[in-house]
């Protein structure tokens, strides 16, 4: 399930319709029991978006945003995962966090505290910011350029690698109770990185946990954010149109994986799908014209013009796409552009389907519709419910059978982490970058006779 933690749930959604009006995203209560259904319904993860910034692209200011609640106000998902954890078993936790928040050395220490209490169900979406307000907000004063900011990513990642799985080799941890021995020296490592971007001595002050690195997500479909998936990510978060921008993405991603060294199914590719879900056909599209009638011209521009980089407040909406960069979200126009039967698709159709559903109907409707996407080449769907986080219930009640059905959704789950779920494994194979920087064998724990197994 893909959702922020921010008052409308889906960006740019109204924050006040039906189905979204009953979560607060201020509640722990209330996350606490949109776990609970995500897990009986087996879905595999919940994914948040997040930024730290605010959209002021629209009209030069960030009114629209903070009047509509368009992705802000909006808290840090990464706090919610060990209580989420605690009233779960299996749901994973995917959060988005940019890599110019805080150093790689401070993500590491917090990311490995959460893989250990969650029994390594995280997962993290790798970030890089095209807000200027992000940026700013930590010291900047202008956004990087789009090949810079991948840049920075790729160090960030690779003193990230160098403390989670280089610090400590698997031997380190001794916990000998009888000698009063918990770490071998001999087995704790400084990194000492110094790069272009970052500065790191190490080691990391947090034993292995789990998966070590958490899964890890992008979302970037940009040409540097595909070179940058390929080499680095687990899973990767896409927006196609159509299954035939889809298809078009997979077999570009398979390809560009395989070039560096890796397999073409080590990265799993989940489409982003949205539906509106009823007890009938009738019962649906009552719901979406709800929806509908909620929805704000200028709430939706504000998202869009952030996430194009371009004001849409100076844009004639009916202009064609054409062959339109910018220097922010760049996979973002470019998928509307690679599903387009003709390359004209204007700026108001962009605008119009950005918050208009894949299907509305019902459970064998979306069934069909997720079966096509199935047939692109895809590995698994987010399913973002724009209609409100309230719309889970339904799809939980009416779709999940149906897709459990037709083998499209798994009806128990696997034993492990979350990458052994996925992957079969709880540690990142060795074709992926992280692995050069392993060292040593593994190690049993050793208990004092007649206590308890610690694990």
């Known amino acids: 399930m893909f959702t922020t933690n921010s008052p409308s749930g889906f960006p740019g959604a109204p924050w006040n319709q039906p189905q979204a009006a009953g979560h607060d995203y201020r509640s722990l209560k209330s996350w606490m029991e949109m776990a609970r259904e995500l897990e009986a319904a087996k879905f595999d993860a919940i994914f948040w978006a997040d930024h730290s910034g605010v959209y002021d692209t629209y009209a030069g200011s960030r009114d629209a945003a903070v009047q509509h609640a368009v992705q802000f106000p909006i808290n840090d998902p990464s706090s919610l995962v060990s209580a989420l954890a605690s009233v779960t078993d299996h749901l994973g936790f995917a959060f988005s966090a940019n890599v110019i928040q805080e150093h790689p050395y401070s993500f590491a220490r917090r990311v490995s505290t959460l893989d250990h209490l969650t029994e390594g169900r995280v997962a993290w979406n790798i970030v890089t910011s095209f807000q200027r307000s992000a940026w700013r907000n930590v010291g900047y004063e202008e956004v990087a350029s789009h090949a810079?900011?991948?840049?920075?990513?790729?160090?960030?990642?690779?003193?990230?690698?160098?403390?989670?799985?280089?610090?400590?080799?698997?031997?380190?941890?001794v916990r000998d109770f009888e000698t009063g021995v918990y770490a071998d020296p001999a087995a704790v490592h400084s990194v000492d990185h110094l790069g272009d971007f970052y500065r790191s001595a190490g080691p990391l002050c947090v034993e292995p946990s789990p998966q070590r690195l958490p899964v890890l997500f992008q979302a970037g479909s940009s040409?540097?954010?595909?070179?940058?998936?390929?080499?680095?990510?687990?899973?990767?978060?896409?927006?196609?149109?159509n299954p035939r921008g889809a298809a078009t993405f997979v077999e570009d991603m398979r390809a560009r994986t395989t070039e560096t060294g890796r397999h073409a199914d080590d990265i799993l590719i989940f489409q982003s799908i949205s539906c509106i879900i009823g007890a009938t056909e009738e019962e649906a599209q009552h719901k979406a014209e709800v929806m509908r009638s909620y929805m704000n011209d200028e709430a939706t521009l504000a998202y869009?013009?952030?996430?194009?980089?371009?004001?849409?407040?100076?844009?004639?909406?009916?202009?064609p796409l054409g062959d339109l960069e910018t220097d922010a979200l760049q996979g973002n126009l470019r998928a509307f552009i690679e599903a387009a039967p003709n390359k004209e698709w204007t700026f108001r159709e962009v605008v119009s389907k950005s918050l208009t559903p894949h299907v509305v109907g019902t459970a064998e409707q979306v069934a069909d519709c997720i079966e096509e996407w199935a047939a692109s080449g895809i590995d698994g769907i987010n399913v973002s419910f724009i209609n409100g986080p309230g719309e889970l219930t339904d799809f939980a009640r009416y779709a999940v059978p149906e897709l459990q059905r037709r083998g499209l959704m798994q009806s128990e789950y696997s034993p492990g982490t979350l990458r052994e779920k996925w992957f079969g494994t709880p540690r990142v194979n060795d074709r992926h970058p992280a692995a050069a920087y392993r060292s040593g064998t593994a190690v049993e724990f050793k208990t004092p006779v007649g206590s308890l197994e610690v694990s």
Do not use: H, P
Request: glycine content about 8%; some cysteine.
């Open 148 to 173: 810079q900011r991948y840049k920075r990513a790729e160090e960030y990642v690779d003193v990230f690698y160098k403390l989670v799985e280089g610090s400590w080799e698997d031997r380190a941890v």
């Open 223 to 241: 040409n540097d954010g595909r070179s940058f998936a390929a080499g680095n990510a687990e899973a990767i978060f896409i927006s196609a149109k």
């Open 304 to 319: 869009q013009s952030s996430g194009m980089g371009l004001d849409l407040s100076c844009v004639d909406l009916d202009t």
